[in-house]
């Protein structure tokens, strides 16, 4: 499938967010979240991540972190950029990708995480992986400077932060319980992994893991 892949800039997600997150109300602020943590809920459901955490930081960005695989790093032979820098800014288009048929599945689900990032006045990534540690950053989409290796990890895993562009969003205001209850239900839906949320700010914080899956419910 990589061949027939067309990747677009994320000019496009800026132009129309609703398009790509139904809205830019509340509703679609919390989407943002969503689309994060979806990418974990991948990692895991591949068997790698056991471990998400959000958090809701006190600047108003939000942390997602995960204990999957990481972002691949490796340069692109054809784009000449890092798996980290071409997940993050390029919209993958084409096929299932086609915005009709996003239109049609009521166009929420597995956009990409590159939306989130066009989305946000900045985005820092780390990602850890190959015994080392990585971190890229970039402003409403763009990126700043290339993926840097900025130290050593014997872990892997992947911390997205980011900040809503206050140009697209009619609020910026996360709300803990809308959060929570999606990620509890994530947690049903998905038997033993263990997702965490925290609020910088009031120091509440949730744990949820359910070994039975729904069957808990
Ligand atoms: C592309 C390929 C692989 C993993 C990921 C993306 C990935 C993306 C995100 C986003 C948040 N957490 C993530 N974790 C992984 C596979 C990497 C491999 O083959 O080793």
């Known amino acids: 499938t990589d061949s027939i892949q067309v990747l677009e800039g994320l000019a496009a997600v800026k132009q129309n967010p609703a398009m790509y997150i139904g809205s830019t109300d509340e509703r679609g602020l919390h989407h943002l979240v969503y689309e994060v943590v979806d990418n974990s809920i991948d990692e895991s459901l591949a068997g790698y991540a056991t471990e998400i955490e959000v958090s809701l930081n006190k600047d108003g960005s939000v942390t997602v972190t995960d204990d ?7 340069e692109h032979p054809k784009y000449k950029k ?9 919209l993958h288009a084409g096929g299932k990708f086609d915005s009709k048929a996003y239109k049609v599945s009521g166009g929420l689900h597995g956009v990409g995480v590159s939306c989130v ?8 990534v780390k990602v850890k992986r190959n015994g080392k540690e990585y971190f890229q ?22 911390e997205i932060t980011f900040m809503p562009d206050l140009e697209i969003f009619e609020t910026l205001e996360f709300k803990y319980e809308t959060i929570s209850k999606r990620l509890r239900e994530l947690a049903f839906l998905n038997a ?12 509440r914080q949730q744990s949820y893991k359910f070994d ?3 069957r808990e419910f």
């Open 212 to 214: 039975g899956g729904i």
């Open 137 to 158: 950053e970039y402003d409403h989409g763009n990126t700043v400077a290339p993926l840097k290796e900025i130290g050593s990890s014997d872990k892997n895993g992947t």
């Open 192 to 203: 033993g992994l263990n997702i965490k949320l925290l609020e910088e700010e009031t120091g």
């Open 117 to 124: 990032n066009g989305l946000s006045e900045w985005l820092k």
């Open 68 to 74: 999957g695989r990481g972002i691949p790093v490796k």
């Open 82 to 90: 890092s798996g980290v820098e071409l997940i993050m800014t390029t």
